[in-house]
Nanobody
Framework: EVQVVESGGGLVQAGGSLRLSCAASGFTFDDYAIGWFRQAPGKEREGVSCISSSSRSTYYADSVKGRFTISRDNAKNTVYLQMNSLKPEDTAVYYC??????????????WGQGTQVTVSS
């Protein structure tokens, strides 16, 4: 069974940092891209970041460029999202998803339950 489980969310003050983790199981982890998404109350889900299976390609939404860094440890079947200089507008439930292919251009299949990130002003 394919599973992705997010962790690392919490409450932080503006300007602070958090590191989210996405632990995956049930598939050949290093064959697939992994993406991070978020959904704030009353807003549509948006793509935040993605990393290809080989880590050669990464993607960031304009709103997080220069503040967030995605990485993966294929030996641990885990993808990380380091979030620095957090802003109140980063408040959302963050989800990770396993891609259906090697690249971030492919669709995403299995989704986690999400982890809440709250940034206070």
């Amino acid at each position: 069974e394919v599973q992705v489980v997010e962790s690392g969310g919490g409450l932080v003050q503006a300007g602070g940092s958090l590191r989210l983790s996405c632990a995956a199981s049930g598939f050949t982890f290093d064959d697939y891209a992994i993406g991070w998404f978020r959904q704030a109350p009353g807003k549509e889900r948006e793509g935040v970041s993605c990393i290809s299976s080989s880590s050669r390609s990464t993607y960031y939404a304009d709103s997080v460029k220069g503040r967030f860094t995605i990485s993966r440890d294929n030996a641990k079947n885990t993808v990380y999202l380091q979030m620095n200089s957090l802003k109140p507008e980063d408040t959302a439930v963050y989800y990770c998803a396993a891609g259906l292919g090697h690249t971030c251009s492919d669709d995403f299949g299995s989704w986690g339950q999400g982890t809440q990130v709250t940034v206070s002003s």
